[in-house]
C-alpha cells in the first residue's frame, strides 16, 4: 500500500524464438519496468532457457508453427499473463527496447489516465545502432506496447498468420500515442533481413498480410539517417497526438 491505494501492476510478456541476439536487452528492458514477466518460448534453445531463468522470467514453452498459429500463440500467452493479476500489460518483441526516458515512473503517469492503451513509435535501426530507415516499406511507425489488460473486452488477437500485433483489437482501437519511440533490432543487420524475407517469402508468398514494399526493401540497401534521438523525443512531447486528451468512451464488440 502507498498512501491509501493499491500500486497497479504491469506485468511483461512476450514470445522468443531460438538464438534471439538481442533477448538479453529486453529482458533488461521488463525487469526494470515490469513487476513480473512471463516468456512464451518457441523453439527456443537451452542457453535462451538458461538466460531467461537467469532474468527470473515466468516461461513455459508453446512450439506451434510461428508462421501459422501466431495470434493463437499470443492469445494463449496474454491469458496465461492473467495469472500474474496485471493492471497493465507491457508486451515486446525480443529484439526491441524502449527509449529510456520511458521509466517507471513515466509508465505510472500514463496509466494515471483514462487512455486504455499507448501506441509507441517503432523506429527500425539500420546497419548500426547511430542510424535508421525510413521508406515506404521499411519506415517509423505507431504501434502498440503497453495497454490496460481487459479480458472483458477479449483476449484474442487478431487473426492474421502474420502481423497480428502485440495486444487485442481493444488495445489498437481506443489506444492514443505516448511521447516516447521504441528502438527495434530486428531489421538492423543485413543479415538480420535476408532471414526475415525468406521467412515471409515462405508464409506470406502473396503478399496478404503486408505491403508488398516491405517485404521487398527487406532485400534492398536502404538510405542510412542519423538517428537523433533527443530531437525525437522533442517532436514526440510537442507533437499534439501525443498531447492528454479526452478518451471515446468504450464499447462492447
Not at 503517469?109 to 542510424?131: P, Q
Request: negative net charge; charged residues 30%.
Amino acid at each position: 500500500m502507498d498512501g491509501g491505494t493499491t500500486k497497479k501492476r504491469i506485468i511483461g510478456i512476450g514470445v522468443c524464438g531460438p538464438n534471439e541476439k538481442y533477448l538479453e536487452n529486453t529482458l533488461k528492458e521488463f525487469q526494470r519496468l515490469c513487476d513480473e514477466f512471463i516468456i512464451a518460448t518457441n523453439n527456443a534453445d537451452e542457453a535462451t532457457i538458461a538466460l531467461l531463468e537467469s532474468y527470473n522470467a515466468h516461461h513455459y514453452e508453446d512450439n506451434r508453427e510461428w508462421g501459422k498459429d501466431q495470434p493463437n500463440i499470443k492469445t494463449a500467452l496474454l491469458e496465461r499473463a492473467g495469472d500474474l493479476k496485471p493492471d497493465w500489460i507491457i508486451a515486446l518483441d525480443m529484439d526491441e527496447v524502449f527509449a529510456p526516458e520511458f521509466t517507471r515512473e513515466e509508465a505510472e503517469r500514463l496509466m494515471d489516465t483514462d487512455e486504455i492503451a499507448y501506441y509507441f513509435l517503432v523506429v527500425n535501426l539500420y546497419n548500426d545502432k547511430d542510424h535508421f530507415a525510413h521508406d515506404t516499406g521499411i519506415q517509423r511507425f505507431w504501434n502498440i506496447r503497453f495497454y490496460k489488460y481487459l479480458p472483458e473486452y477479449g483476449l484474442q488477437f487478431q487473426r492474421k498468420n502474420l502481423h497480428c500485433g502485440l495486444g487485442p483489437p481493444i488495445a489498437y482501437k481506443y489506444g492514443w500515442h505516448a511521447p516516447y519511440y521504441l528502438e527495434h533490432y530486428g531489421l538492423m543487420a543485413k543479415e538480420d533481413r535476408d532471414r526475415k524475407a525468406q521467412r515471409y517469402a515462405k508464409y506470406d508468398p502473396t503478399k496478404k498480410f503486408k505491403a508488398g514494399d516491405y517485404y521487398e526493401q527487406l532485400s534492398m540497401e536502404l538510405k542510412m539517417i542519423l538517428f537523433d534521438r533527443e530531437g525525437l523525443l522533442r517532436k514526440l512531447k510537442e507533437s499534439k497526438e501525443c498531447q492528454k486528451r479526452t478518451p471515446p468512451k468504450l464499447r462492447p464488440e
